[in-house]
Every structure is written in structure tokens, then in C-alpha cells.
């Protein structure tokens, strides 16, 4: 599963390796396909949540993800569904918020706690993954970077590029101190209940950089050192 954190792009290499494509299936994020997309990745499935989906997406050549599933929640922009060449899902939050369309409208329920990685993940615990990789879930802003790719952070909302500022931190899986966000340290806790939650998996992690996520263990293929090279 990759999300958009700034240690997606120690992995992409490895990504593009024909075992890596033979032997998993690639969930992303929608804010981490402008990264894969660099170096020729096409993700298996696209997870959006939002509205901010189509800014992600708009340097695209969407004809390349012509047989790429959106799995989206109805939030998303129409513009960006109307763009979308490749099969489009709906999907609902577990949150009450989504209760009443469900009702009318019935979909799958994902879990979310606020960030797209969350149901990304129960995506790929519904499709009966056992074992999950996260590949750019650093809840923080390893090597001063905010995000996979983005140098300048000109997608990002202003109070996304506040990593200079903030006073907040986690620990990392060398135990060193990240900056990081509230709202991110929010996510990596309702992450590691739902991994506390989710006996039947197991969940590994693809770096020592970004926040340690408590319930994982590092993929044993993973060497810090190789990988930074």
C-alpha cells in the first residue's frame, strides 16, 4: 500500500522490479501517484477521499490508468469522475456521516479516521490481503519533506506546509524525533488501533524514517542503507 509520504520515493525501485509486480498487488493513494507516475508505475487501484483529488491527478495523461479502478468517496469532485477513463467504484465511510445515503443507497463501508491511508488499507484487508506492506505511511515529515515527489509543495494547502513550524513530533523507527502535524499523529493512532483490531494480518513497514506505527515490523527485504543509496 503506498501512501504519499516522503519515503515513498526510497521505494520505487524496488516497486518497478517484475517480482515486486508479480508477487503483489499496489494499492496507492491518490496523493502518491504523481510520484509512481515518474517512473512508469501504474498502481493496481487508486483510493480518493476527497475533494482535492482532481489537483492530485490533473498533470496526469489519464489514458495510462485506463484499466486502473478509482475507488472514491462520494466527495470527490464530479469533474474528476467525469475525467476518470479507467472503472470507477463508489465506496462510504464507516462514519455516521455516511448512514443515511447508505441506507438509500447502499456501498461498501471502508474505515477512515480521517486520512486516505486509512481506507486504502481496509480495502486491502476486505480483498483478503494477509500480509500489508506500507510504502510511504510516515504520519511526519522525514528529511524536512512533506510529501513523495513534491519539492515545492505547490499542490499542498498552507496548513500542510507548516513542518518548519510545528511543535508537535513522534518517534520514528530509528527512535529519533520526526516533526509532524496533530492531525497526522490523530491518524497514526486510529491506524495502530485498527492494526490492534485487525489480528488476521499481518502489517509491515517499508522505513525507519518515517513514524514508528505501532503492530508493524520492517519488511524483512527492506535495508535502510541499500535503499538510500
Not at 441506507?103 to 479516521?113: D, E, Q, S, T
Amino acid at each position: 500500500m503506498c501512501g504519499a509520504g516522503p519515503t515513498l520515493d526510497n521505494h520505487l525501485d524496488w516497486l518497478k522490479k517484475e517480482s515486486t509486480k508479480k508477487g503483489f498487488v499496489l494499492v496507492a493513494v491518490d496523493a502518491a501517484v504523481m510520484s509512481l507516475s515518474k517512473v512508469g508505475i501504474i498502481p493496481d487501484i487508486i483510493v480518493s477521499i476527497d475533494p482535492v483529488a482532481k489537483k492530485l491527478l490533473d498533470c496526469l495523461d489519464l489514458s495510462f490508468y485506463v484499466n486502473t479502478p478509482l475507488v472514491y468517496f462520494p466527495v470527490v469532485k464530479p469533474s474528476l469522475l467525469s475525467l476518470w477513463q479507467g472503472p470507477k467504484y463508489t465506496a462510504y465511510s464507516t462514519g455516521e456521516l455516511y448512514d443515511e445515503i447508505n441506507n438509500k443507497y447502499p456501498r461498501a463501508r471502508l474505515y477512515c479516521g480521517g486520512s486516505v491511508i486509512h481506507p486504502a488499507i481496509d480495502l486491502s484487508v476486505k480483498m483478503g490481503a494477509k500480509k500489508i506492506i506500507l510504502l510511504g505511511a510516515d504520519f511526519s515529515f522525514p528529511m524536512g519533506k512533506t510529501h513523495a515527489h513534491w519539492h515545492n509543495d505547490e499542490l499542498l494547502d498552507e496548513t500542510h506546509l507548516a513542518h518548519n513550524a510545528t511543535n508537535h513530533w513522534v518517534i520514528n523507527g530509528k527512535k529519533e524525533r520526526v516533526a509532524t502535524l496533530l492531525n497526522y499523529r490523530g491518524y497514526l493512532r486510529d491506524l495502530e488501533q485498527y492494526i490492534t483490531l485487525t489480528k488476521q494480518v499481518e502489517f509491515f513497514n517499508g522505513s525507519l524514517e518515517g513514524a514508528f506505527i505501532e503492530g508493524t515490523t520492517i519488511w524483512p527485504e527492506f535495508n535502510e542503507h541499500v535503499l538510500n543509496e
